[in-house]
């Protein structure tokens, strides 16, 4: 199973004309590493996807060009940074999971359980668990977390083609997808997984998400940099709700090396 990160910037560096990120995506991509090589991951199993030459701990960046970064929805970068994978042949007789550089492994994901979610399935995914926003947001899809292989080709070039039509972001295009009538064969292709593999705090609530997450929670999706607050109901941020414990549950939703590793990068 591959491991599959993805920062392509049109600046070809740590520096993105849309976020003006630099240092803070780098503490990103490096905790990614540290955190995946410290939960067993093989480095030649660890697919860093980039635009520009990088390396670090030994996991040397995949280059591929520039022009996949989407100017007008950046989110769907990743859509199209697969595609080219594909079409590199990089994708082949093996299981992917891609993940956001701001959702971190918190256990051990095993390529068997892997295999079950792909088990007449092409694509994995969760929904968003419990928002505090609307109720029909619970049932969108997140692409937070991605399990796949190469059977999903179709799935993403049919994908990439829409959100390329519609200009919109690609969870979005995902849903107005399967609601059409000729692509209902591919709601038997997706397979619904547990929110465990991609708990995201911001807009949640966090009480029912938890309470529906196979535990011990497997990923938290959290961008540590963002100072806006999770809820309505508190003003506390993802490194308070997070890190420290200050929720609803009352308790960090980070493990103890997880925590470390955000230490060493400065980030707390």
Known sequence: MKNLLIYISPNRSFVSDQYNWSSEVESLIKIQIDNSLELGWKRKDILLVTSFDYEYEGVKALVIGDDNFN????????????????NMGIIS?????????????????????????LDGYDLALTDYGKTVIHFTLDKRWSTGTIFFDTKAEYIFDIWKRTTDAYRANE??????ILKKKRFQYLKKRINRINITYNFATRRRDIVKTYEIADKPLKVI??????RRPVDRESENANLEVCVYGKNRLGKP??????KKLFKKNGII
């Open 71 to 86: 100017h007008i929805k950046p989110t769907a970068t990743k859509i199209n940074a697969i595609i080219t994978l594909y």
């Open 253 to 258: 939703l980070v493990t103890k090396r997880l």
């Open 221 to 226: 999706h959290f961008h540590p940099f963002d």
């Open 171 to 176: 969870e979005v295009v995902l849903l107005d």
């Open 93 to 117: 007789d093996d299981i992917f999971w891609y993940h956001d550089n701001d959702a971190f492994q918190l256990q051990k994901i095993t390529e068997g359980e892997a295999k079950q979610m």
